[in-house]
């Protein structure tokens, strides 16, 4: 028996049959409402309807004790305060989701620095990045290629520390010619004189929408990119 059955046979309230004895032995009658079967969730208009029914087949020679009302009354006070903050609490979530996101609209039509590898040039022309560092490295690389898969140009940046390190290209290939509109695929290459160093490009990419993940977190969609979270954005052009 479920704690909403145990409740409902301890109010002399019965739940699946007709004819069912109460706790007081008295017969309850045939007219049991059985649509709720299966239900275990209680809300304040089932506690109000389960107190009515009390105090309806309650023995008249043995009423209700006093303790045991205003105990029933003080649960009743609790799930009502319970329901109202559950929904306050969901009116502030709605509300914050909706301002959350309309602060993320804001990002339409700039440009944001963000990790990925395909790169469109500058409406002026060239391409700017960072390379993005675990720990200070002896030498970094920075390679370019175009549409087609070409390196095209390489940059030298070599010593640099831990963190985001800028580069900007002017748009020319190592050969002195223009690299055309891309885009372009960049990669990065560190080292630290022992080894290998955590590296990874960060490409500036223009945000052309914004749309709210599953998590409940606005995401950009960026050209090339795809979809990403505010969280990874480390700077607004």
Do not use: C, H
């Amino acid at each position: 028996m479920s704690d909403f059955d145990t409740t409902l046979a301890n109010l002399g309230v019965p739940r699946y049959n007709a004819g069912t004895t109460s706790t007081t032995g008295t017969t309850l009658n045939n007219n049991t409402d059985t649509s709720q079967l299966g239900t275990t969730d209680m809300d304040v208009s089932d506690f109000l309807a389960l107190m009515t029914a009390q105090l309806k087949n309650q023995d008249p020679f043995e009423p209700v004790d006093n303790s045991q009302m205003v105990a029933q009354m003080a649960q009743f006070s609790s799930l009502s305060g319970i329901t109202e903050m559950s929904s306050t609490l969901k009116s502030i979530s709605s509300q914050l989701s909706t301002s959350t996101l309309n602060d993320a609209i804001g990002y339409v039509g700039k440009t944001v620095l963000v990790q990925g590898t395909t790169a469109y040039p500058r409406t002026t022309g060239g391409l700017a990045g960072a390379v993005a560092l675990e720990k200070d490295a002896t030498n970094v690389t920075v390679s370019i290629k175009d549409a087609n898969g070409n390196a095209i140009k390489t940059i030298e940046m070599g010593k640099e520390t831990k963190g985001a390190v800028a580069w900007d290209w002017d748009g020319k290939t190592d050969a002195g010619e223009d690299a055309g509109d891309g885009p372009f695929t960049v990669s990065v290459t560190a080292t630290d004189g022992t080894g290998n160093v955590k590296a990874y490009p960060l490409v500036w990419a223009p945000v052309t929408a914004v749309s709210m993940g599953s998590d409940g977190k606005p995401l950009l969609t960026l050209p090339g990119i795809g979809n990403v979270s505010t969280d990874a954005v480390w700077q607004v052009g």
